[in-house]
């Protein structure tokens, strides 16, 4: 009986009919679009209907019309960023399409710092989003004609994608939050680090310090990336 009291779950942005705008009345795609250069510009807390509102000099009950929340806006923002370019042309090799899925991903990650996250909490069922995701399985599927194990390809492929992108924008965000340069704050740490190394105590952390090559961003991630895939090559063999 209590589940059958229950009121039915609101409908999916995805299935609403959308209003058309009263005359000056600010678009969907407007609303949509100053929401996401609030967040690329200040991060995703700075989006509110209250915020897109004073941006479009419009009154947020007027937004309210169009868009119910702010979690039906964040749906429409995921969806227009994966609008905003075409998944890669698939070539039938798995790892030169999984690859470029992969890079492509992690562009759109980089260029809107606050997607990561909204990624890995929320389902993205829009229809760019679900384009998207159906390129990334029809890349797993040159490799496996098993749907279970193709899905999971594709997870391995994004989890890595995520992770490397995420550790990215921490360093940003570190350099922001500092105003130190990379330069400037291994020069602002040298001397501890110098304490450490001539303690001994840490012998391969010296080696690393002292012999290692200093790698780019583009060249961690293509390394992590072609483990991985050399891994996923493994289910093949």
């Not at 999916?12 to 209003?19: A, E, G, H, N």
């Not at 600010?26 to 209250?50: H, K, Y």
């Not at 229809?127 to 797993?140: F, G, K």
């Amino acid at each position: 009986m209590a589940d059958a009291a229950k009121e039915p779950a609101p409908p999916l942005v995805w299935t609403k009919d959308r209003r058309t705008p009263r005359r000056q009345a600010p678009s969907v795609e407007q609303i949509v679009r100053t929401a996401l250069a609030i967040a690329d510009a200040e991060g995703l807390p700075a989006v509110s209907m209250r915020r897109v509102a004073a941006e479009l000099r419009s009154g947020t009950a007027s937004l309210y019309r169009y868009v119910a929340s702010r979690d039906e806006l964040l749906d429409l923002m995921i969806n227009e960023v994966h609008g905003a370019e075409e998944p890669p042309a698939l070539t039938g090799e798995w790892r030169t399409d999984l690859g470029n899925v992969a890079r492509q991903v992690r562009a759109g990650l980089l260029r809107h710092p606050w997607l990561g996250t909204e990624l890995t909490g929320r389902p993205a069922l829009g229809a760019h989003s679900l384009r998207h995701h159906e390129v990334a399985l029809t890349a797993a599927g040159a490799l496996t004609p098993d749907i279970t194990l193709a899905t999971r390809v594709v997870d391995t492929v994004l989890a890595y994608v995520h992770g490397a992108a995420t550790h990215e924008l921490a360093e940003s965000r570190a350099q922001q939050r500092t105003g130190l340069t990379k330069e400037q704050w291994r020069a602002s740490v040298g001397p501890y680090m110098r304490e450490v190394i001539e303690g001994g105590g840490y012998p391969q952390l010296a080696r690393r310090v002292i012999e290692a090559e200093d790698t780019g961003p583009d060249e961690r991630f293509e390394f992590g990336l072609r483990c991985v895939l050399d891994g996923l090559g493994a289910l093949s063999a």
